[in-house]
């Protein structure tokens, strides 16, 4: 029974790879693409502490990328909406899914849910798990960060780096850092330095790990989820551009 509720709810809270407490660094008065729908519950309302920082937690790793905003869906076919199975699931199914994700597919265009469990708190978990539970509330100010346009690509690409969940894994300004024990390198790889753009020396092959990712194992280790099918080409590049101008040595 529970393999079955597992399955059913595959894919559930994906992300990589974006911190929502960095969105106000982006005014909301930029002209803007893909910013998130704004919450319609007034400032001054009181919201559960736990719920709201479910909400939070929510946009800030990205969650709300592949289930939609306040997880309605319409992303993508192949991730679930969240507000009936978020209510379906229980505290203990929940959690393993955060902590463990679902799967590991072998089809770089089909999303999948990432192991968290190296990432994410316990804390941070818990409060996800309210927020699910309480059928995922409008909650003030827990939007994705604004992304400017007209002042180019790497502008974009930087608020896309923070929208996407990218800075949760690989740090802010690509410096890397986040442990993950049961990799070669025991850490998740920067995006920056002489080894990555030894590497990753074309636009083309930075776009193509971000499209295809860098699946090598199950809970405990963190892997680079797919974001071909989820993340549009013209972000896709963006994120490149951003990319690109991170520290080379």
């Not at 400032?43 to 559960?48: L, N, P, Y």
């Not at 469990?117 to 941070?124: A, D, F, L, M």
């Not at 802010?172 to 990555?196: C, H, I, Q, Y």
């Not at 680079?224 to 549009?232: A, E, F, R």
Request: hydrophobic letters at 45%; one cysteine or more.
């Amino acid at each position: 029974m529970f393999a079955a509720v597992i399955a059913a709810a595959a894919a559930l809270l994906i992300a990589v790879g974006v911190g929502a407490w960095a969105a106000g660094h982006y005014s909301a008065k930029t002209v803007t693409v893909g910013g998130g729908a704004a919450a319609t519950v007034p400032s001054s309302a009181q919201v559960d502490p736990s719920v709201a920082a479910g909400a939070h937690t929510f946009v800030q790793f990205a969650c709300a990328q592949c289930h939609g905003d306040q997880g309605k869906g319409g992303v993508s076919p192949d991730v679930p909406a969240l507000d009936v199975v978020g209510k379906s699931l229980t505290a203990a199914q929940l959690r393993h899914i955060i902590d463990h994700g679902l799967g590991v597919s072998s089809n770089p265009t089909k999303p999948y849910m990432p192991v968290w469990g190296q990432v994410i708190s316990s804390t941070q978990v818990t409060d996800l798990i309210s927020y699910l539970h309480a059928g995922l509330p409008a909650v003030p100010d827990a939007t994705p960060p604004v992304v400017p346009t007209g002042q180019g690509a790497a502008v974009a690409g930087a608020a896309l780096y923070v929208k996407y969940g990218c800075i949760n894994c690989h740090g802010p300004n690509g410096l890397g850092g986040v442990p993950n024990p049961e990799s070669p390198d025991k850490t998740v790889p920067p995006l920056s330095g002489a080894d990555f753009f030894g590497e990753f020396n074309t636009d083309a092959k930075i776009a193509d790990v971000i499209r295809s990712g860098s699946v090598i194992g199950k809970a405990p280790i963190v892997s680079m989820p797919h974001w071909g099918g989820i993340i549009p080409a013209q972000d896709i590049q963006s994120l490149v551009d951003y990319i690109k101008t991170l520290k080379s040595s």
